[in-house]
């Protein structure tokens, strides 16, 4: 006799699960940014907003949870006020950093301090090939 197989049910991934504690929710953020994507940005608000709790964070914010969850929509463009008052609220500070290295030089020169952390920075050539 043979067993039949039962197929097995896949559960949608809900980053809000992982969101648990202060530094997690910083590195999620923080990757975000990263990315340049605004979209995903009110993606990741979002589920950050879901794992504190919906409600709490939009009486922070200063916003109705309706007005909340309307604001962080896949499509909607909400305006930049309302998007720091709600990562406020989330205890998270959006920051800016200068853009002087490439993301190839600085991995290389992360790469270099973890070989030897004495190590002199690579040297950048701006963009420029110079040949012999």
Known sequence: MSEVA???KLVAFDAARYLNDDEAIAEYMTAVLETDDADLLL????????????AQVA???????ESLYKALAPG?????????????ALGVRLAAQPLTQTAASQSDSSLQRTLDPSARP????????KCR
């Open 6 to 8: 039962v197929p097995r």
């Open 43 to 54: 993606l990741a608000l979002g589920d950050v907003a879901r794992a504190k709790g919906m």
């Open 59 to 65: 009486k922070d914010a200063g916003l109705g949870r």
């Open 76 to 88: 909607a463009k909400p305006r930049f006020d309302t998007v720091v008052k709600v990562a406020k």
């Open 122 to 129: 690579l040297p950048r050539s701006h963009g420029r090939v």
